[in-house]
């Protein structure tokens, strides 16, 4: 038994130190690819402060047909996204806009009024990850009291 528990570590070892064929394959073929680091939201704004309390961390898949808009709307807390298919097209209440094609990346506008309109011809979908606070909004529409 003794035998055993010295000649374990040891065996663990040799084990963690040589990765199977496999894993070493797989290990050449990742890439990481970075899509967005930035200090400023998409129109040059500096990115707030970290809002106190509890964080939570939404994420979002926002499909648009084509030819439809996203109602014009807020986010209170910072988010980014990334475009994967279609044309999107974001204009804010100061006539700042940005076209967006797929696979493009962009941090959101905060705390002013804008919206969001597919102008291609295939659906815009865009995943969102929004960095908020637990139990309050991310998205705080204008002609509405509905939030999500």
């Known amino acids: 038994m003794k035998a055993l528990l010295i000649l374990l570590p040891a065996l663990l070892l040799s084990a963690c130190s040589t990765p199977p064929k496999s894993q070493a394959t797989a290990a050449k073929t990742i890439q990481v690819e970075s899509l967005l680091k930035t200090t400023k939201s ?35 807390y910072m988010n980014a996204g990334v475009l994967i298919s279609g044309r999107l097209l974001v204009k804010t209440e100061h006539g700042k806009t940005i076209q967006l094609e797929a696979g493009d990346a962009l941090s959101e506008v905060i705390g002013t009024w804008h919206y969001g309109s597919n102008n291609g011809d295939v659906p815009a979908e865009i995943i ?21």
């Not at 500096?46 to 709307?73: D, F, M, R, S």
């Not at 969102?128 to 999500?148: F, L, M, N």
Request: glycine fraction near 8%; charged fraction near 20%; avoid cysteine.
């Open 42 to 76: 998409w129109d040059g704004q500096p990115l707030p402060p970290y809002a106190k309390g509890q964080p939570e961390v939404t994420i979002l898949k926002i499909t648009i047909a084509p030819g439809a808009a996203l109602p014009e709307h807020k986010h209170p």
């Open 128 to 148: 969102v990850v929004y960095s908020g606070i637990e139990g309050q909004p991310v998205t705080v529409k204008r002609d509405a009291t509905h939030e999500h």
